[in-house]
């Protein structure tokens, strides 16, 4: 029986619990959680500091590593969209989304569905075209050039009004932005899921698809409300949901992909050590996890180094890395027949 064509389900969860743990093998996977601008290495903002004539408040890489400590959410999101001002034409997106893709293809991506913060480009005066179109170049080349179908989405900054993203999401439609879905990212806890009702329903309408932070730093009714109010079809993140028994049973009947990120859920501190995460629980419970990176360039490691990392400290064994490599095929936006070829791939492996 080809076990990777199905969804993940409790009986496959129990018994994978036995495997030893071995050897990692680079497995074709699709990362569905990953902002473009968390993409942003050192090195590349120096060299775009340069070229765009902009003084970092940095002397060398040095200095600007050593700003990589983060106590919590907000202490990276200030890191974050300051080193954004190093992205000021398309040619600067473009070169951001080259170097994730490079980086990524060696890591086993083989699909991306990669979010882009608009918000934060128009308010400091880059324009919709300048990022969206400087992204979007290079993706709709990705598969010939990189070996990887990608996707984009336009993700909404919860601390700003909802009337500010409803503006910008009206903006991205005019414009015939090539979107796929839309996400909801940024200060998490006092930005609840019932801020953003108007701006899911506006985006359901529109025939996008829809999902949301919910459960990284904030409490697991986020979740609950990011189901329920916002009608949206994944999670990103959502590790507090272990919180509430009753939401992880409906996560499980249900079926709702949760994009985890563990070595990010350790930089943010909202797990203590990769030794404390509540990913082989997860799993155990039935739960429909994948893997990514987030913020690969802050948070020390691509979606291949997060595996390694599992397979090292969790102990998560080689059957459920795959498991986890075919929950990311299933649980994304990709067309039936690409993740078919996807699955196929994973089970040459
Ligand atoms: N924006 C970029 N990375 C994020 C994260 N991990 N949580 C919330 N917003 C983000
Ligand atoms: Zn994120």
């Given at each position: 029986m080809d076990i990777f064509t199905e969804p993940v389900d409790e009986t496959v969860a129990e018994t994978s619990a036995e495997q030893p743990v071995d050897?990692?093998?680079?497995?074709?996977?699709a990362e569905l959680h990953l902002h473009i601008e968390g993409t942003l290495e050192p090195e590349l903002i120096f060299a775009l500091a340069e070229r765009n004539g902009i003084e970092l408040p940095y002397a060398d890489l040095g200095e600007l590593r050593s700003?990589?400590?983060?106590?919590?959410?907000?202490s990276f999101l200030d890191l974050y969209y300051a080193n954004?001002?190093?992205?000021?034409?398309?040619?600067?997106f473009a070169d951001m989304t080259r170097a994730y893709l490079t980086r990524a293809a060696q890591g086993g991506v083989r699909h991306a569905e990669i979010m882009i913060d608009p918000q934060a480009h128009l308010s400091r005066g880059v324009s919709l075209e300048t990022c969206i179109n400087g992204v979007g170049s290079v993706l709709a080349n990705s598969l010939e050039e990189f070996g990887i179908s990608t996707l984009l989405i336009a993700a909404f900054l919860r601390d700003l009004p909802e009337d500010d993203a409803l503006e910008v999401l009206e903006s991205l439609l005019a414009m015939e932005a090539p979107l796929v879905g839309i996400g909801l990212d940024s200060a998490e806890v006092g930005n609840p899921p019932a801020k953003f009702e108007r701006l899911?329903?506006?985006?359901?309408?529109?025939?996008?698809r829809l999902t949301a932070h919910a459960g990284e730093e904030g409490p697991s009714s986020y979740v609950t409300d990011a189901l329920d109010i916002l009608g949206v079809e994944r999670i990103d993140h959502g590790i507090r949901c272990m919180d509430d028994p009753d939401l992880v049973e409906r996560l499980v009947d249900q079926r709702i992909p949760l994009t985890v990120c563990p070595l990010s859920n350790v930089r943010l501190r909202a797990v203590d050590t990769l030794a404390d995460h509540p990913l082989p629980a997860m799993l155990a419970a039935g739960?429909?996890?994948s893997i990514n990176s987030d913020d690969p360039a802050y948070f020390g490691?691509?979606?291949?180094?997060n595996f390694s990392q599992l397979a090292a400290v969790l102990k998560i064994s080689a059957f459920d890395r795959a498991r986890l490599a075919a929950n990311s095929i299933h649980s994304s936006f990709a067309s039936e027949e690409r993740k078919t070829e996807l699955l196929d791939e994973l089970n040459a492996v």
């Open positions: 050897a990692v093998v680079l497995l074709p996977v700003r990589y400590e983060f106590t919590d959410l907000q954004m001002a190093v992205l000021q034409t398309e040619a600067d899911y329903a506006r985006a359901r309408e529109a025939g996008l739960l429909n996890v490691g691509y979606v291949d180094e």
